[in-house]
């Protein structure tokens, strides 16, 4: 069985472009989490899935991230303008249950902005 | 609101020696733990957890951690580590009767050297 997936591994981008990042989580899994973790700091949750509904998008810095899942499957996290404070590697996690016993994650993607 | 203290950021030891990593917790409400995993160029992978029951759980490559409710720790330990135990190890809870996004303290880093 396929683990969480993340796309793309990697990216540096320049501030101000946009960039979208990609996560499939494991098949049947309806929870779909995204956490960022910037440069020594803490892994921090940035929003909740429940199949398609955002469930907590509490955590989401600032109005330039959009996050999305269409259809219940796999999400997309959008960075629109990019700034240099928002580089770090972002993952992305699933889980079956709503009271999640155990998250899965995928191996995250490291975001530059130069 | 819960908190996760790592309380340090590096830990070098020599293969075979013993080791502990702490954890503190802080939480008004009853949780769940957790100790995550990151080994080089990977993602984060599930170590051991606490949800009920036994305060001693282990993993199967020998680590243990034991949940110490009196002085809201969660200390993971093994008695003797290899070179291969190289990696970031995160400390993590959630809140029992809520959605599962995860807290994360900011990590250790275990160094194993020969």
């Known amino acids: 069985e396929a683990g969480v997936t993340q796309f793309p591994s990697h990216s540096v981008i320049e501030k101000g472009q946009t960039v979208t990042l990609r996560c499939d989580p494991i098949?049947?899994?309806?929870?779909l989490y995204w956490y960022r973790r910037v440069m020594g700091k803490e892994i921090k949750f940035l929003l909740h899935?429940?199949?398609?509904?955002?469930?907590?998008e509490s955590g989401m810095p600032n109005n330039r991230f959009l996050a999305e899942r269409t259809g219940g499957t796999y999400s997309t996290l959008k960075v629109q303008p990019a700034e240099l404070e928002d580089s770090g590697v972002y993952f992305c996690?699933?889980?079956?249950?709503?009271?999640?016993?155990?998250?899965?994650f995928g191996q995250g993607t490291r975001l530059t902005v130069v | 609101a819960q908190s996760v203290t790592q309380l340090d950021s590096q830990v070098p030891v020599f293969e075979e020696a013993p080791v502990e990593l702490r954890c503190n917790y802080s939480?008004?409400?009853?949780?769940?733990l957790f100790w995550y995993v990151q080994y080089p160029n990977q993602g984060l992978q599930l170590l051991l957890k606490y949800l009920s029951g036994s305060t001693l759980v282990e993993s199967i490559n020998g680590f243990e951690a034991e949940f110490n409710k009196s002085q809201t720790s969660f200390h993971l330990r093994k008695p003797s580590v290899h070179i291969s135990d190289t990696a970031e190890y995160f400390c993590?809870?959630?809140?029992?009767?809520?959605?599962?996004?995860?807290?994360f303290g900011k990590g250790t880093k275990l160094s194993v050297k020969p």
């Open positions: 996690a699933s889980s079956q249950e709503f009271e999640a016993t155990e998250a899965f």
């Open positions: 098949s049947g899994h309806d929870n």
């Open positions: 993590a809870v959630s809140r029992r009767g809520s959605q599962g996004n995860l807290i």
């Open positions: 939480s008004s409400v009853s949780v769940y």
């Open positions: 899935f429940v199949k398609e509904s955002k469930q907590d």
